[in-house]
């Protein structure tokens, strides 16, 4: 009698704490899960902010773009002013040297070519308004100089402004990468423990309920990737992997798209695409929607488009590219992987 009570005894304290530890574990897995939502909303907010700084980041390569060409604009009006200005100078010293290299000549021939003294102070009223005429023409020249002189000063102080801007945003960027990646695996591992403090939770409401039957179900999620061929024109594809080897070495400028001015990213793409006749966007964002879409690197051939979060870059195979980098770096080759970012599309445009 006394070891049938003490087996039942044990039996309900047995259950009792099968039961405890059920509801443990699904508070645990309650927490969890609203942790895990807390976490998956901060890195929308995250992932928000990065998508307005890549907003700004491609705003601000067509703001340097512009830029760029205005400043050659405004070069080639200093160097006319400056060049029309030593022709006006050079004039001027000549009709000098007409007037006044033989002083004594001259003033003989103003005085025996002179029929009275009026003649003459009008000859010598004359010689004085030619060079008062050189003299004030030389100073509108001057001042012109000077006024797109300024000019120059301005644009590039603009320019200077803007590549600060570039920087910080480039800056707060790679921030947000690693913050976002941080946080992803964050999620990822509270995946990890939900799963963990769900399994505790049904294994302890499986020995809670042992005597029922057990089932168990699996889930198969099929994903299909559908990969959109290109038209392929390997001798556009070829040239455009030679104007991008012709491109190593030039500097990195903010707004460049040129060899005569440098590059930034976008505008790598854009020179050489262009001087091939074919038609891209200015900007990264823009050349990243355009084209036709490859669906993977593998997939990828030499001439496509490699794209990142405000970057791109020319593919020249075995998973190399050619790009502009940031400033102060030159145009060079790089692994696809070698960014420490994430390739978001890779683009054909040939």
Request: charge should be negative.
């Amino acid at each position: 009698m006394r070891k049938r009570v003490f087996k039942t005894f044990a039996a309900t304290l047995l259950i009792t704490s099968l039961a405890a530890s059920a509801v443990f574990a699904d508070d645990d897995v309650t927490t969890l899960k609203n942790q895990k939502s807390q976490a998956e909303s901060t890195l929308d907010d995250l992932k928000n902010q990065l998508a307005y700084v890549l907003v700004q980041i491609d705003e601000l390569e067509q703001q340097a773009a512009d830029l760029t060409e205005e400043k050659e604009e405004v070069n080639q009006q200093l160097a006319e002013a400056e060049e029309k200005l030593a022709q006006q100078y050079d004039d001027m010293k000549l009709r000098i040297k007409y007037m006044y290299e033989d002083q004594s000549a001259t003033i003989s021939d103003v005085f025996l070519s002179s029929a009275d003294m009026s003649e003459l102070l009008n000859k010598t009223n004359y010689l004085q308004s030619v060079y008062t005429y050189d003299r004030e023409q030389l100073d509108e020249m001057a001042a012109t100089a000077q006024a797109v002189a300024d000019l120059k000063a301005e644009v590039e102080e603009k320019e200077e402004a803007l590549a600060q801007t570039s920087q910080e945003l480039t800056d707060k960027q790679a921030s947000l990468y690693t913050t976002i990646e941080e946080q992803e695996a964050s999620i990822e591992n509270y995946d990890e423990l939900i799963a963990d403090a769900t399994e505790k939770a049904a294994a302890a409401a499986a020995a809670r309920t042992a005597a029922s039957s057990k089932k168990s179900t699996t889930t198969t999620t099929t994903t299909t990737t559908t990969t959109v061929t290109a038209n392929n024109n390997s001798s556009v594809a070829n040239q455009i992997v030679s104007m991008a080897y012709s491109c190593i070495g030039y500097n990195y400028v903010s707004g460049g798209a040129s060899p005569s001015t440098g590059f930034d990213c976008s505008g790598l793409i854009y020179y050489i695409f262009n001087q091939l006749g074919i038609s891209v966007s200015r900007t990264s964002s823009g050349q990243a929607s355009g084209g036709t879409k490859i669906s993977s690197i593998s997939e990828a051939q030499p001439g496509d488009i490699i794209c990142y979060p405000g970057h791109v870059g020319i593919y020249i195979g075995n998973n190399m590219m050619i790009h502009a980098p940031v400033p102060g770096k030159k145009v060079c080759t790089i692994n696809v992987y070698g960014l420490g970012m994430s390739i978001t599309s890779i683009r054909r445009y040939w």
